[in-house]
């Protein structure tokens, strides 16, 4: 059974740090690439930023111009987990995180709430 489990949202301060983790089973995690994506009230769903699988581009990192410098993506292939490690947040930064896999098929998290807010 596929399960993408998210953690590590909360409530923060402008200007203040989250990691959020995205623990995967189910599926050989290093052949997917690793996704984070956001949801606000009353927005579409955005990729935030993505990590290739450890094969081919081994690990290349892309974000949405919104959050680069300031969010970093990463991933331990040896504990099946995803990270998004994000600081200077801003109040329009609130949102729920998702976690995705993607290979031939898309598996997704139940998300976390990241509220920023002073």
């Known amino acids: 059974q596929v399960q993408l489990v998210e953690s590590g949202g909360g409530l923060v301060q402008p200007g203040g740090s989250l990691r959020l983790s995205c623990a995967a089973s189910?599926?050989?995690?290093?052949?997917?690439?690793m996704s984070w994506y956001r949801q606000a009230p009353g927005k579409e769903r955005e990729l935030v930023a993505t990590?290739?699988?450890?094969?081919?581009?081994?690990?290349?990192?892309k974000y949405a111009d919104s959050v680069k410098g300031r969010f970093t993506i990463s991933r331990d292939n040896a504990k099946n987990t995803v990270y998004l490690q994000m600081n200077s947040l801003k109040s329009e930064d609130t949102a729920v995180y998702y976690c995705?896999?993607?290979?031939?098929?898309?598996?997704w998290g139940q998300g976390t709430q990241v509220t920023v807010s002073s």
């Open positions: 995705n896999a993607a290979l031939f098929i898309a598996y």
């Open positions: 189910g599926f050989t995690f290093r052949q997917y690439a």
């Open positions: 990590i290739t699988s450890a094969g081919g581009a081994g690990g290349t990192t």
